[in-house]
């Protein structure tokens, strides 16, 4: 049920995004790189909250997080903090 629900929330984000009547105004430098490694997930689950998460720690932190979320041990470029697992 969650893959058929990222496909509908990918496939309504294009539909926004590619839209010619609507103008895009992006809210941080990060939503476009958060939008194509969400709608391009393999082997993840990953909600789009946890995407832009993801998304912030690569830029913003060298890849570290701490979490206890499974999903994110399974993006190499993430590193998760030693007391968290």
């Keep these: 049920m969650l893959r058929r629900d990222l496909s509908v929330a990918t496939r309504v984000g294009r539909i926004l995004l590619d839209a010619e009547e609507l103008e895009f105004v992006p809210c941080s430098d990060l939503f476009l790189t958060t939008i194509e490694s969400f709608s391009n997930q393999a082997g993840t689950r990953l909600s789009f909250?946890?995407?832009v998460i993801a998304s912030v720690a690569q830029s913003?932190?060298?890849g570290q997080i701490l979490s206890f979320d499974e999903e994110?041990?399974?993006l190499a470029s993430l590193r998760i903090n030693p007391e968290s697992t």
Aim: proline letters at 0%; aromatic letters at 12%.
């Design 60 to 62: 913003r932190a060298d």
């Design 49 to 51: 909250a946890d995407a």
């Design 72 to 74: 994110f041990k399974k």
